[in-house]
């Protein structure tokens, strides 16, 4: 991806003051903006990025959501970095042609056949996790039952010879540190696994890209918890709700 001029890329993503948080709050400024401080981030950050640090184009996204959670001055704003980071990237888009040409699978379809062809292929993502997931949870069970057995075994071999004893002690505990050892890693895995769906869902739900900006200085960067919700969002909503 070319470097991209500093002029443009402030109007195309409409970026704050300096060192301001690039969230959104409810109202209370006049134009719903943050106004609170980000030490050492903030619009010069993401700008300075990429004039100095082309991307690859698909490492746009990931690349926008670490600016945008870097971007925002504390945890009770950090639900809105999906919702900043698709909206950038709806902008680079829309505003550097070039990017679609470069690469096909860049293309934004807004149409209600392409929005529908997205949210179908994030219901199987999510889907494909959940089956995933259902899948471990019922390996953990076996391999439970497994070192139970094994456990129950040990104690049949216990006597009255202390050198057997000293030994099933040992066995015992080798086997109880990886019964610990299992657990924690798949457990790891397992949360891992519902992260990355929480994840899923919420890109679901807030309809990843606004589709709808189109006059860049037509000022319509209300509250993003405001904005209208159309017939086709809603049903796409009440999709994602159905999952769980």
Request: charged share 35%; proline share 4%.
């Amino acid at each position: 991806m070319a470097a991209i001029d500093l002029p443009r890329l402030s109007r195309l993503l409409r970026l704050p003051d300096k060192n301001r948080c690039i969230g959104y709050q409810d109202k209370k400024t006049s134009d719903g903006s943050c106004i609170n401080p980000v030490e050492k981030h903030g619009a010069e950050r993401i700008i300075r990025y990429f004039l100095t640090d082309p991307l690859p184009e698909k490492q746009l996204h990931r690349v926008l959501m670490d600016i945008a959670s870097t971007s925002l001055c504390g945890d009770h704003r950090k639900d809105q970095v999906t919702y900043i980071a698709n909206r950038w990237e709806t902008r680079i888009r829309k505003g550097y042609p070039e990017l679609i040409e470069h690469d096909p699978d860049m293309r934004l379809d807004a149409s209600p056949e392409g929005v529908a062809k997205d949210l179908q292929t994030t219901i199987r993502r999510v889907n494909g996790a959940i089956a995933a997931l259902a899948e471990l949870q019922e390996d953990m069970k076996d391999v439970d039952a497994t070192l139970g057995d094994v456990q129950r075994a040990l104690n049949g071999l216990k006597g009255n010879d202390q050198s057997i004893k000293n030994n099933v002690g040992l066995l015992e505990k080798t086997v109880s540190t990886m019964k610990d050892e299992f657990r924690r890693k798949l457990g790891q895995v397992q949360k891992n696994m519902e992260e990355k769906l929480r994840d899923e869902l919420e890109a679901l739900q807030e309809n990843q890209f606004d589709v709808s900006d189109d006059d860049e200085e037509e000022d319509d960067d209300d509250d993003f918890e405001s904005r209208p919700t159309t017939k086709l969002r809603q049903t796409e909503m009440a999709t994602a709700q159905t999952l769980f």
